[in-house]
């Protein structure tokens, strides 16, 4: 039973490009959450989907999008890309929808250096 | 000030010392994670709790709702339990609030 799966693992660009990252949730899980960790820091949150839809948004600019599939896998966009988007970007997945009591399963990560 | 504090950010111990890592929050939650992060990047989740205190293995957390203040203590320590501790709480509908995490090293 795989876990939570994301790609790639790393990934180089430059200012100005754009990015796609992908996860696959645990599987069985419907609810897929984005999170950025900066070097040395706790994860952010970025947004969280459920049902195809993003539900909940932490503080990041519309340059970050998501779109969510109907197997429950999750992409994680961002455009114009700056400098301060080098992270470690974390997805989590949980089963049971928004209000679920159930843990969230991590992935991995994938690292994303800009230059 | 953050809503969730950890401390120590960094701790440094010898094989088979007690670990204790702190973390106070400063808002409402639904529960609180313990996480390990290991240097690679990959995050595992060590508790979920709401209330009270929970076991496993060398692991212990413990969460005190009134006073907003949970413990995660480690008996026993060995090298391989050297990475980094997260706490994080959760509000509402599965969003996260994490720590700044706890860079833990034990020495042999």
């Known amino acids: 039973d795989a876990g939570v799966t994301q790609s790639p693992t790393h990934l180089i660009k430059t200012r100005g490009q754009q990015v796609t990252l992908r996860c696959s949730p645990k599987?069985?899980?419907?609810?897929v959450s984005w999170y950025q960790q900066a070097l040395g820091q706790g994860p952010q949150f970025i947004f969280q989907y459920y049902e195809e839809e993003e539900r909940q948004r932490g503080n990041f600019p519309d340059r970050f999008s998501g779109h969510q599939f109907p197997n429950y896998s999750s992409e994680l966009n961002v455009n114009a890309l700056l400098l301060g988007d080098s992270a470690l970007y974390l997805c989590?997945?949980?089963?049971?929808?928004?209000?679920?009591?159930?843990?969230?399963?991590f992935g991995d990560g994938t690292r994303l250096s800009i230059l | 000030k953050n809503e969730v504090e950890q401390s120590p950010q960094n701790l440094t111990a010898q094989e088979g010392e007690f670990i204790t890592i702190n973390c106070s929050y400063s808002v409402g939650i639904s529960a609180l994670h313990w996480l390990q992060q290991h240097p690679g990047g990959g995050i595992v989740s060590l508790f979920m709790l709401s209330s009270g205190k929970k076991k496993h293995g060398r692991l212990i957390a413990t969460i005190n709702i009134q006073e907003k203040h949970s413990s995660l203590h480690i008996t026993a320590s060995h090298p391989r339990d050297s990475a980094v501790y997260i706490c994080?709480?959760?509000?509402?509908?599965?969003?996260?609030?994490f720590g700044q995490g706890t860079r833990l090293t034990i020495n042999p």
């Open positions: 994080a709480v959760r509000q509402g509908a599965q969003k996260l609030v």
């Open positions: 599987s069985g899980h419907d609810t």
């Open positions: 989590a997945s949980s089963l049971g929808g928004l209000f679920s009591n159930q843990p969230q399963h």
